[in-house]
């Protein structure tokens, strides 16, 4: 198939595209750069050279693909008005087409809120934080264009990690550099996580499916406190296991109300995504990676 990216040069965005071109579909990957570009090609991606605010810049190319996959955020202000521009371009493109049409949203666990112990799956009341309340929305208006010609499929990834790391690898940025990992809170919070190559092959198994309509959760099965990861991480790094803590209201300085989702305690489902599309995560858990995880961050910087 001919599949259209978002966010191709980031690091969910980047996930996908490998698992899509190794199964051999065609990836075009929406890039901001000539530099970006030329990397995307050597990573057997062709880039199309355009940006979210511009939606002109990539319409065309869009709309010629079967299958358009939203993976780009921009975290700033405009993250809101940026995410319902691009998907309502996406979904006019694949409208437009004189043939059927899938469209992927990516989400995200953190609409769950905190539960603690309470295993939550994609039938579970949302409790999002008021900074991605507008994302529920988003999601209901991907998921109501699921009609005629055009398929409509949310997936909600829980935190990512390997490779360059995403929340990851600032413990193996801190341990490194501080000589311990940095962690957000007291730590015995449970992240909902997932690998970015398990989610890509995720991604992958949905644009190939026949579904529309439906919400996919995307977490393994790891069930590692905050604490732990990061003292796996601190290991790795060569800091001993030595693990520091920030309040939350002190890093809510630094980086905003995101800073309550960092002492999330969540335990999210996916099984959904295995029984539906026969997905099986394969990774075990970022602790007990975490000296292979560190190598790859470090290789990545």
């Given at each position: 198939m001919k599949i259209f990216v978002t966010g191709v040069s980031g690091f969910i965005g980047s996930a996908v595209a490998r698992a899509l071109s190794r199964a051999g579909h065609e990836v075009h990957g929406l890039v901001r750069s000539e530099a970006k570009a030329r990397a995307q090609a050597a990573a057997e991606v062709a880039p199309v050279l355009g940006t979210m605010e511009a939606p002109d810049s990539y319409r065309e190319v869009a709309r010629s693909c079967q299958v358009l996959i939203h993976c780009a955020a921009e975290m700033s202000e405009r993250y809101v008005s940026l995410d319902r521009l691009t998907v309502d371009t996406l979904l006019a493109a694949a409208r437009e087409a004189a043939a059927p049409r899938l469209?992927?949203?990516?989400s995200g666990v953190w609409l769950y809120g905190s539960r603690g112990g309470e295993l939550v799956d994609?039938?579970?009341?949302?409790?999002?934080?008021?900074f991605i309340v507008p994302r529920v929305e988003t999601e209901k208006r991907v998921l109501a264009a699921n009609a005629g010609g055009v398929r409509?499929?949310?997936?909600?990834?829980?935190c990512v990690y390997g490779g360059a790391g995403s929340l990851t690898a600032a413990w193996f940025a801190s341990a490194l550099d501080e000589g311990a990992a940095r962690i957000v809170g007291d730590g015995t919070c449970r992240w909902a996580m997932v690998h970015h190559e398990d989610l890509g092959e995720l991604y992958l198994r949905a644009a190939e499916s026949p579904l529309g309509g439906e919400i996919f959760n995307a977490t393994d099965r790891s069930r590692f406190t905050?604490?732990?990861?990061?003292?796996?991480?601190?290991?790795?790094?060569?800091?001993?296991?030595?693990?520091?803590?920030?309040?939350?209201?002190?890093?809510a300085q630094h980086v905003g109300p995101m800073a309550e989702?960092?002492?999330y305690d969540q335990h999210v489902d996916s099984r959904k995504a295995v029984r539906t599309l026969g997905w099986q995560p394969r990774h075990c858990g970022f602790a007990d990676g975490a000296a292979t995880y560190f190598a790859s961050w470090k290789a990545s910087r």
């Open positions: 469209v992927i949203y990516t994609e039938t579970s009341a949302l409790a999002p934080p008021v409509t499929l949310v997936i909600r990834p829980g905050v604490h732990e990861c990061a003292e796996a991480a601190s290991r790795a790094a060569g800091a001993g296991g030595k693990v520091t803590s920030i309040p939350v209201a002190d890093f989702c960092f002492a």
